[in-house]
C-alpha cells in the first residue's frame, strides 16, 4: 500500500476528497459510555476511583496522595540536572512563547457618552486552570509551556497540571519545563480521569475553571462531556499538516515536513496540494526514501499510507480552494511568493510561509501556541491563547440624564416582551 495520490480531473476524486475531509471524525459514540462510567466514578468516589484508574490504565499502584502529585524538588531537580544546552533551549523557547503571547492581551477599557454613562469592559483571569499534558506514547514538554505560558500570561493565580504516567514512569523534561513554569500542583493522572478530576474536583486535585491541553479520543470526549461545567479550548484530534506548493518548492523538504506529522501518531494526516504533478511524484518517492531512517518509523509508515494524501490540481487557485475546505491544523506555504497567497487562506490553525519554515518550529520555538484546532475545525476555532484564560465582564453606569434619553424606548421594548417589571423598573426611575 503506498500513499494516495489523486488528481482533481479523476472521475472518483470527489469521493477521495470526502474522505480528506472526514479524516477528524473521531468515533466519540463508542467510546462515551466508558467515558461516562469514568467521569460518574470521580464524581462519587473522588480519589479512590482515581487510584483504581491508575492501576488499570497505568499499571502502578498509588500507596497514598503523595504519590499522585509531583514536588516541586522533583521538578528543580530535574530542571538543575539538564544538559546546559537543553535548558538554554527550554529557556529560549519560553522566551519566545511568552513575548508572542504577551501581545495577544486584550485590555480592559472604559468609555464616557456625551449623556454622562460609562460603559466599558474589565478583563479578568480565571481563578484556577488546569493543563492537561499527554504522555502517554511520547512525552510533551512543549505543550506544557504552550499551555501554562498563555496562563501565566493572562494573571491566573493557580495552574493545575495532569500527565498520565504509565509504569510511574515521568519524563524529565517535563519535570524541569514544569520548575521552569513555577509549577506547584502537578499530578500523576491521565485520560478521562484526569480530565473528570480537575473538571469537579477529588480530595487531592482541586477543581478549575477551564481545562485546555491534546488528548486522545477518550480525553477528548470527557473534554466534551464535562463541557459546561468548566471551560475548555477546544476539542483536538490527531495532528495534521497540509502543505501548498507550487514547482519552486524543494521536494526532500516537503517529504520531511509531511512526515514530521506521520511520526506523531498511525492516525496523524498529512496531505499536499499542488497543481505540479512532478512535484507530487517527487515528494512521495522522497518520503519513501526518508521513512527507513525515522526511529519511529513504523507509525509514520502507517499514517502516511492509510492517511496521507497528494492532491494534484489543474491550478494554484483550484489548490487554495480545496486547502480551505480542509483547514488544516497546520499550514505550509511553499511558493515562489507565499504571502500573495496569504489573504486567500481564510482557514488554518497555523500558518507556516516560506520553504525555511517548517511546522516544527513552529512545535517549539517560534512563539506561536503550537495547541491548534484539528480535523478541519479551524473552521470556527483558534489557536490556544491567553483569551482561554480570560473571561470580560462588561461595565455599565447610567447617569440621570442617561436613563432619562433611552428609558422610553427601554420601556416600550420590556413591554412588548410582556416584561413588566423590567418595564417598571426602568420607567420608575423617569422623572
Known sequence: MEMLLIR??????????????????????????IVGDIISQIRSEGDAALYRHIEKFDRWKVQ?????????DEMKKAYDNLEKDLRAALHMAYDRIEKYHEK???????????SGNTLGQKVTPVDRAGLYIPGGKAAYPSSLLMNA?????????EIVVTTPTPDNEINHLLLAAAHLCGIKKMFKVGGASAIAAMAYGTETIPKVDVVT?????????????????????????PSEIGILADETAIPEFLAIDLLSQAEHDEMASSILV?????????VRETIYLELPGLERELIARKSIEERGAMVVTQTMEEAIDLMNRIAPEHLEVTTANPFELLPKIRHAGAIFLGSFTPEAVGDYMAGPNHTLPTGGTARFYSPLNVENFL???????????GIENIGEACALLAKTEGLTAHEKSVRIRLK
Do not use: C
Not at 495577544?104 to 456625551?114: H, V
Open 213 to 237: 491541553g491534546p488528548g486522545n479520543i477518550f480525553v477528548a470526549t470527557a473534554k466534551k462531556m464535562v463541557y459546561g461545567d468548566v471551560n475548555i479550548d477546544m476539542i483536538a484530534g
Open 64 to 72: 497514598g496522595d503523595n504519590d499522585l502529585m509531583v514536588s516541586p
Open 391 to 401: 473571561k470580560k465582564s462588561s461595565i455599565i453606569a447610567m447617569s440621570e440624564k
Open 274 to 282: 499542488t497543481p505540479s504533478e512532478e512535484l507530487a511524484e517527487a
Open 8 to 33: 482533481t480531473t479523476d472521475k472518483d476524486f470527489n469521493e477521495k476528497f470526502d474522505k480528506i475531509l472526514e479524516r477528524g471524525a473521531m468515533d466519540m459514540a463508542h467510546v462515551s459510555s
Open 149 to 157: 505560558i498563555p496562563a501565566i500570561v493572562a494573571g491566573v493565580s
Open 104 to 114: 495577544q492581551m486584550p485590555k480592559s477599557w472604559i468609555d464616557f457618552d456625551e
